[in-house]
């Protein structure tokens, strides 16, 4: 959708296409009011558990990212995955809250609390990384090549 009306360069639209798929799942009545709680649970207590659930999910991150490097070329690839899994729990957790707290999902109240949402999840990815976030980023991925490199190298001799 976010390519059919153009908006994929827009950074609230790139959240709100994060926000709403689970936003759905709290609508769904009695069928779905144990998914984000059980998911909730696993991002805070197994998160190699959410790994494997959200596989099925891997093909439509990775056109979202795609989508999201366009419209923030200046944020690195390995910050956006980053960031990215960060807002995935965030948003989880606070709707399993929502929900769990009994709140109404049919009144405009909640209508503002999603929307402040999506706000909050566009300023977090357009946020710029500082300097020292750059700094240990880029550390950290020639700290991995490099184990990777004598990985390899041992297991070519």
Same mark, same amino acid.
């Not at 779905?32 to 596989?55: E, N, W």
């Not at 991150?61 to 807002?87: E, G, H, N």
């Not at 995935?88 to 909640?110: E, K, M, N, T």
């Not at 949402?117 to 357009?126: L, R, T």
């Given at each position: 959708?976010?390519?059919?009306?153009?908006?994929?360069?827009?950074?609230?639209?790139?959240?709100?296409?994060?926000?709403?798929?689970?936003?759905?799942?709290?609508?769904?009545?009695?069928?779905?009011?144990?998914? /984000? +709680?059980?998911?909730?649970?696993? $991002?805070?207590?197994?998160?190699?558990?959410?790994? %494997?659930?959200?596989?099925? !999910?891997? *093909?439509?991150?990775?056109?979202?990212?795609?989508?999201?490097?366009?419209?923030?070329?200046?944020?690195?690839?390995?910050?956006?995955?980053?960031?990215?899994?960060?807002?995935?729990?965030?948003?989880?957790?606070?709707?399993?809250?929502?929900?769990?707290?009994? /709140? +109404?999902?049919?009144?405009?109240? $909640?209508?503002?609390?999603?929307?402040?949402?999506? %706000?909050?999840?566009?300023? !977090?990815? *357009?946020?710029?990384?500082?300097?020292?976030?750059?700094?240990?980023?880029?550390?950290?991925?020639?700290?991995?090549?490099?184990?990777?490199?004598?990985?390899?190298?041992?297991?070519?001799?």
């Amino acid at each position: 959708e976010l390519e059919r009306t153009g908006s994929a360069s827009e950074v609230r639209s790139l959240a709100r296409a994060l926000v709403m798929p689970l936003v759905r799942e709290m609508q769904r009545g009695d069928d779905g009011s144990h998914y /984000l +709680p059980f998911l909730a649970h696993l $991002f805070l207590t197994s998160p190699v558990q959410v790994r %494997d659930i959200m596989r099925k !999910y891997e *093909a439509a991150d990775s056109r979202w990212v795609a989508l999201a490097r366009v419209a923030l070329p200046q944020l690195p690839l390995p910050i956006l995955w980053t960031r990215l899994a960060l807002m995935g729990r965030h948003v989880v957790v606070s709707l399993a809250v929502y929900q769990r707290r009994g /709140l +109404p999902i049919d009144d405009v109240g $909640f209508e503002a609390y999603m929307s402040d949402m999506v %706000d909050a999840v566009a300023g !977090y990815f *357009a946020a710029p990384p500082s300097e020292q976030t750059l700094a240990l980023t880029r550390a950290r991925d020639e700290q991995q090549a490099a184990a990777e490199a004598a990985r390899s190298a041992q297991g070519g001799e």
